[in-house]
């Protein structure tokens, strides 16, 4: 039996089963419950699991779900309910604390220093001093780790980066970073959204994310 829909990148999705139903957990952190069977295909709920891309399949425990992102494990219990129509969502929730929620004042400048001398590498098209503000652990909106995100990106030579706008979040010791754009080389100006952590004491990108939805002034 084959189910076809719409494509999509699904590098690190996973799926599995459990009685009648599928748990599928997707590259953007959404965990889907799906009714399958040979007369068809339908979504019953679908909610959102984690606050970044999540790499590590999704694992099952009696009633448990476990999914990890970046930075969390997070387990969720669905025994209270039994999903059968969409909207419903699972009985409780708990996280492993992971850092602090927010931080500092230090912390946030610290977090736009880094963005602004990695997006100046970026305007420079010096990729290699570049890399250096990303981390090892960097994961594009697509999935894509810092080798296959190089040879997407090409050469950035030229273009233009403003970070006046510049906004920082914090959850979870992590750095939602907002505000910033990359205008090309050939006019078409993008928003930047980047998450942003601290790895050995240097705050460094972890995920980054430009894509046609997010062009300024048109999300």
């Known amino acids: 039996v084959v189910w076809q829909g719409p494509g ?15 748990l599928v ?5 959404e965990l889907k ?3 399958a069977d040979p007369s068809g295909y339908k979504e019953l ?28 494990l997070a387990v969720f219990d669905l025994a209270a309910t ?7 969502r699972p009985g409780g929730t708990t996280s492993a604390p ?8 230090k912390d946030t400048e610290a977090v736009k220093v880094a963005v602004r001398a990695m997006l100046k590498a970026m305007a420079a098209g010096e990729m290699d001093l570049m890399w250096t503000y990303l981390g090892e ?5 697509s999935g894509a780790d810092k080798v296959v995100f190089r040879d997407y990106l090409g050469s950035t030579a030229g273009s233009e980066t403003p970070s006046d706008e510049m ?21 078409l100006d993008f928003g930047l959204e980047m998450l942003v952590n601290k790895r050995d004491g240097k705050w460094l990108v972890t995920w980054m994310d430009f894509d046609s939805r997010r062009i300024h002034g048109q999300e």
């Open 137 to 141: 652990d960097f994961r594009s909106y």
């Open 98 to 105: 992971a850092g602090v929620a927010a931080g500092s004042s």
């Open 33 to 35: 419950v799906i009714a």
């Open 82 to 88: 039994r999903v059968t129509e969409k909207g419903d």
């Open 25 to 29: 957990l997707t590259d953007e952190a």
């Open 167 to 187: 906004v920082v979040e914090w959850e979870n010791g992590t750095a939602k970073v907002t505000g910033a754009r990359w205008i090309t080389t050939t006019g």
């Open 45 to 72: 709920a679908s909610w959102e699991v984690a606050d970044s891309t999540t790499w590590a399949h999704v694992a099952l425990s009696g009633s448990r779900v476990f999914v990890k992102d970046e930075e969390h």
């Open 8 to 22: 999509r990148w699904a590098a690190y999705a996973s799926v599995i089963a459990v009685d009648d139903r599928l």
